[in-house]
């Protein structure tokens, strides 16, 4: 969900972007805003100026945490079980 606020003392506006299955984390970045989706292993990159998801990036399963700067975008997903296969 975006929160727009056009100034003190006014009401934000609420809207609400469809991502990926199960968003757990946001960043902010040059290039945009990173959501990671756990349930379906993807981060959504979405255009901060139209609220338009333009990208969807496979990482697969365990996708924990998203982080964004440097020019790159950072992931990390939780170790597999034992006796998972990898």
């Known amino acids: 969900t975006r929160i727009a606020i056009p100034g ?3 009401t934000p ?3 609400t ?3 990926g299955d199960g968003p757990v984390d946001v960043a902010a ?3 945009g805003i990173w959501v990671a989706n756990s349930l ?4 959504s990159r979405i255009d901060p100026e ?10 697969g399963e365990g996708l ?7 020019g790159a975008v950072w992931v990390t997903v939780r ?3 034992i006796g998972d296969e990898p």
Do not use: K, S
């Open 64 to 70: 924990q945490r998203v982080a964004a700067g440097e």
């Open 50 to 59: 139209t609220g338009d998801v333009v990208a969807t990036v496979e990482v």
């Open 17 to 19: 972007i469809p991502v």
């Open 40 to 43: 379906d292993g993807t981060v």
């Open 79 to 81: 170790a597999p079980e």
């Open 29 to 31: 970045g040059e290039e």
């Open 13 to 15: 506006t609420l809207t």
């Open 8 to 10: 003190r003392g006014q």
